[in-house]
């Protein structure tokens, strides 16, 4: 009964380093969605994907990119980390059109 | 634009009262809703979802909401707290008529409950 899978819970990065988080998910889920969370702006929409081989930016993609790499993960990568991108980040899957997302417990990031 | 507000970033309620947490959309299209609750260093769970039909929705936790689409609202209500609900809630709206799922969601409400 895992669910959605963040990898790692806890990070810090020193600006301008790289780093990749991961998510996974056993629902046999269509879309997934990278978002974070920041106090008092509740979840940004990263990126998307809606489908396996698809990927759509969000609200805030800037400084990020992802990989859907397969229907189970989707990755979320930071290539320069910079002290903006320091929030909670966190996963999410959903099967059919307009069915409740589902999420992982998120991973804590800060850059220094 | 799109939009979803909670007016209350935080409310503290005495546990055995009702609560009503509001939340206010803006959409150009046909919404459906979704509240979610987040436990302290927690992911999101689903409370309870609304996509068409009854306008008050049951969900978990004896938590109910009404969507009013003349008020563009969705207000979560619960007759009585207790000290288990403290958490932060979020509503999220999307689009029917958009087939990525992707949703809006408010600020967030801290719930804060007194014994």
């Known amino acids: 009964n895992a669910g959605v899978t963040q990898t790692p819970k806890f990070q810090v990065l020193k600006t301008g380093q790289s780093m990749t988080l991961q998510c996974a998910q056993d629902?046999?889920?269509?879309?997934m969605y990278w978002y974070r969370q920041d106090p008092g702006m509740g979840l940004r929409l990263i990126y998307y994907?809606?489908?396996?081989?698809?990927?759509d930016k969000g609200e805030v993609p800037n400084g990020y990119n992802v990989s859907r790499l397969n229907k189970r993960e989707f990755s979320l990568r930071l290539e320069s980390a910079a002290p903006s991108q320091t929030s909670v980040y966190f996963c999410?899957?959903?099967?059919?059109?307009?069915?409740?997302?589902?999420f992982g417990d998120g991973t804590r990031l800060s850059i220094l | 634009a799109q939009s979803v507000t909670q007016p209350d970033i935080h409310i503290t309620v005495s546990e055995g009262a009702s609560l009503e947490l509001r939340c206010n959309y803006s959409?150009?299209?046909?919404?459906?809703l979704f509240w979610y609750v987040q436990s302290p260093g927690q992911g999101l769970q689903l409370l309870l979802k609304?996509?068409?039909?009854?306008?008050l929705v049951q969900g978990i936790k004896g938590f109910e909401a009404e969507f009013k689409r003349s008020q563009s609202s969705f207000n979560l209500r619960k007759p009585s707290v207790h000290w288990s609900d403290a958490a932060e809630y979020f509503c999220?709206?999307?689009?029917?008529?958009?087939?990525?799922?992707?949703?809006?969601f408010g600020q967030g409400t801290t719930l804060q409950v007194k014994p």
């Open positions: 999410a899957s959903s099967g059919l059109t307009h069915q409740p997302q589902h």
């Open positions: 629902m046999n889920h269509n879309s």
């Open positions: 994907s809606a489908s396996e081989g698809t990927t």
């Open positions: 959409y150009g299209a046909t919404p459906y």
């Open positions: 609304y996509f068409s039909g009854d306008t």
């Open positions: 999220a709206v999307g689009a029917l008529s958009s087939n990525t799922g992707k949703l809006i």
